[in-house]
């Protein structure tokens, strides 16, 4: 089995400050994922990375940058924190398998709060 | 463009009792579909899916799945329930170009 850590499991900041959030896997998978979680709104996909250094958008990355370089790990900044972005952040990883069948694996999560 | 209902934010039941929790998925092919759950304060972890075959899959826990192409369903059942199946269950659906869940059925299992 692995194991998907995300560092910290709790994140304050301030209105307009950059925030980094950390996620490491040792599935050693392929393909990783940041998805933000609202209440009552299920997951959106922020960025995705099939392999080291490759970057791939999804329906919300506007405000948001990423960064893969190694396979074991993807970090999600947030360029300039509102306060209406509020929520979890939940990275996860897949085996790169035939495209729609993967099966994601899930952190914990990153709370974060915007003061 | 595919698309996922639950149509149901809030679920109670009895412990003991049978659950079915509703998805209704839009999409123009038949797509990939799965159940993943979150306990408290962890990620989601995957309960079930469907690729193709038999409508009824099998997954952890007691729970099963019932594929409807006519109704464009996907609802989870289970039989009996227990306490530590309270949890937010997440459907989800995948037509080949990305996953996309629905927001989440809160369910509360009553001792």
């Known amino acids: 089995g692995g194991i998907i850590t995300q560092t910290p499991k709790f994140l304050i900041g301030q209105e307009g400050q950059k925030l980094t959030l950390k996620c490491q896997q040792n599935?050693?998978?392929?393909?990783m994922y940041w998805y933000r979680q609202d209440s009552g709104k299920g997951l959106r996909l922020i960025y995705y990375?099939?392999?080291?250094?490759?970057?791939q958008k999804g329906d919300l990355s506007e405000g948001y940058d990423a960064s893969r370089e190694k396979k074991s790990s993807f970090s999600l900044t947030v360029t300039s924190a509102q306060k209406n972005e509020m929520a979890v952040f939940l990275c996860?990883?897949?085996?790169?398998?035939?495209?729609?069948?993967?099966?994601?694996?899930f952190g914990s999560g990153t709370r974060l709060t915007v003061l | 463009a595919q698309s996922v209902t639950q149509p149901d934010a809030r679920v109670t039941v009895s412990e003991g009792a049978s659950l079915q929790l509703r998805c209704k998925y839009s999409?123009?092919?038949?797509?990939?579909l799965f159940w993943y759950v979150q306990y408290p304060r962890q990620g989601l972890q995957l309960l079930l899916k469907?690729?193709?075959?038999?409508?009824v899959v099998q997954g952890v826990n007691g729970f099963e799945a019932e594929f409807s192409k006519s109704n464009s369903s996907f609802h989870l059942r289970k039989a009996s329930v227990h306490w530590s199946d309270s949890a937010v269950y997440f459907c989800?659906?995948?037509?080949?170009?990305?996953?996309?869940f629905g927001g989440g059925t809160r369910l509360t299992v009553r001792p």
């Open positions: 469907y690729y193709s075959g038999d409508p």
């Open positions: 990375s099939i392999t080291e250094n490759d970057l």
């Open positions: 999409s123009s092919v038949t797509p990939y």
């Open positions: 599935f050693n998978h392929d393909t």
């Open positions: 996860a990883s897949s085996i790169w398998g035939a495209r729609g069948t993967e099966t994601l694996y």
């Open positions: 989800a659906v995948n037509a080949g170009a990305k996953l996309t």
